[in-house]
């Protein structure tokens, strides 16, 4: 039964593995992935490697890994000697560290009652398309949120220049005007709770237009607890989605 070493050479933000049977000299794994370092950084400069985004970016080295191998297989020690003597050398003063799979499993967690690492990759996920319907609301929100924003300025410096009785209506203006900019957030962002805090805020907007009454109409109530409807049920219809893996092949 053939036995087979996996050697591993690093260098900066290089990383090359190297698989050999048993029969094969350390050193000349070393001196192997040693050159096919070189020879990768020799091909790609830092740019091309911080700007590779996806698997294979650097699919045509394995024209030159064949070449390297190639050059190994079919080449004496003898011609290697001052390369060989070299990683030699170095293998002296830094020995490499010889890892056992136990030790592995350890360094992941795999053991001491620690829980296996799952291979399958967690689903990612997306929010729906905004809708038409979803805009008008988003558009419709802002709008109730600026006036009352407006409002409860203006009634702010005339409250606290005259006396402080519209301080409550100063609050309830605030409050609505805080409630509309979170449910833009709520519809446009997931997040934990999300019925949860619909609900809080359309029954806030509501409370606060109720209070409001004598300042406002009856219609502009309806209004501004209309748009609050409207933006509570886009947020409450519009569900994640989920996205396939995109493994970059």
């Known amino acids: ?5 996996f050697s591993f050479h690093s260098s900066g933000d290089i990383a090359c593995m190297g698989i050999c049977t048993s029969s094969c000299p350390t050193v000349m794994a070393f001196c192997f992935l040693e050159e096919l370092q070189w020879k990768f950084s020799a091909s790609y400069d830092s740019t091309s490697i ?8 650097f699919l045509e080295f394995d024209n030159i890994i064949q070449k390297v191998k190639y050059h190994f297989n079919y080449t004496s020690c003898s011609q290697m000697k001052n390369s060989l003597e070299k990683i030699q050398e170095e293998l002296k003063s830094h020995p490499p ?5 136990e030790d592995t499993e350890l360094m992941n967690g795999m053991i001491n009652g620690h829980t296996e690492v799952q291979m399958g990759s967690a689903p990612t996920y997306r929010m729906q398309p905004v809708t ?4 008008l609301s988003l558009v419709l929100n802002i709008m109730c949120g600026a006036l009352n924003l407006i409002r409860g300025v203006h009634l702010a410096e005339y409250s606290f220049q005259e006396d402080h009785e519209g301080t409550g209506n100063v609050i309830a203006f605030l409050l609505s005007f805080l409630a509309c900019i979170f449910q833009c957030y709520l519809y446009l962002f997931h997040g934990s709770s999300k019925k949860m805090k619909a609900f809080v805020l359309f029954f806030s907007i509501c409370l606060c237009n109720i209070y409001l009454y004598g300042l406002r109409n009856i219609w502009q109530i309806l209004f501004h607890i209309g748009v609050a409807s409207l933006s509570s049920y886009e947020i409450l219809t519009r569900q994640l989605m989920e996205k396939q893996p995109d493994f970059g092949v």
């Open 1 to 5: 039964m053939d036995v087979f070493l």
């Open 132 to 135: 038409p319907l979803g805009i």
């Open 97 to 101: 560290v010889l890892l056992k799979l």
């Open 50 to 57: 911080s700007l590779a985004t996806r698997s294979y970016a």
